[in-house]
């Protein structure tokens, strides 16, 4: 449950991960997990973050939503690039 994607698809483009690191597991403030509604789950108020390399070089800061990769409704997204 704490292995990052083997490959991600961000802006139409396949990138297959190479290496990795994480993760760094970043919850919401207490009063925001403490007011979950039906609609926002507190697991939806947990982060997992990742920092991975694809094959080709690039490096991205990725992190999911959700306690456990394969939970449902569990989603991918890119914070952010590396230089």
Sequence with gaps: ????PLLFRWRGRLHR???ASGPE???AEW???AAATPDRA?????RDYYRVED????RFWLFRTGRNAGSPGTKWF????FG
């Design 78 to 81: 890119v914070h952010g690039l």
């Design 17 to 19: 991960v190479r290496a």
């Design 31 to 33: 009063w925001r997990r």
């Design 42 to 46: 507190p697991a939806d108020l947990v």
């Design 25 to 27: 597991r970043i919850a």
């Design 55 to 58: 094959v080709a070089g690039a």
């Design 1 to 4: 449950p704490d292995a990052p």
